[in-house]
């Protein structure tokens, strides 16, 4: 059975950056497009960015682009989301997934969802 574990997430101020991590165990990314989701309090879970099998494209949501950066290391197994310049209304439970296609919207077909990992951005 795959296990997604999402980490790196903490508490950081406003202005300020980090970096999260996401792995899998039993299933090889390579074969994928990933993605970053996020989840607010009291809100649904929306799509961050995502990425080609290749890693040749990337898309993001209006909120976070020129602030966001989503990475794949194959040989790794991993992807990453490197988030500058956080603000408090990216305060959420990041999430990663994998599907077949990375589109503008989000991944196609992507699967469970692991634990996540939460970012909590102070004002």
């Known amino acids: 059975q795959v296990q997604l574990v999402e980490s790196g997430g903490g508490l950081v101020q406003a202005g300020g950056s980090l970096r999260i991590s996401c792995s899998a165990s039993?299933?090889?990314?390579?074969?994928?497009?990933l993605g970053w989701y996020r989840r607010a309090p009291g809100n649904e879970r929306d799509f961050v960015a995502a990425?080609?099998?290749?890693?040749?494209?990337?898309y993001y949501t209006d909120s976070v682009k020129g602030r966001f950066t989503i990475s794949r290391d194959n040989a790794r197994n991993a992807v990453y989301l490197q988030m500058n310049n956080l603000k408090p209304e990216d305060t959420a439970v990041y999430y990663c997934?994998?599907?077949?296609?990375?589109?503008?919207?989000?991944?196609?077909?992507?699967?469970?969802w692991g634990q996540g990992t939460q970012v909590t951005v102070s004002s």
């Open positions: 039993g299933r090889t990314f390579s074969n994928y497009a």
């Open positions: 997934n994998y599907g077949s296609v990375a589109t503008p919207k989000g991944l196609t077909n992507f699967h469970s």
């Open positions: 990425i080609t099998r290749g890693g040749g494209n990337t």
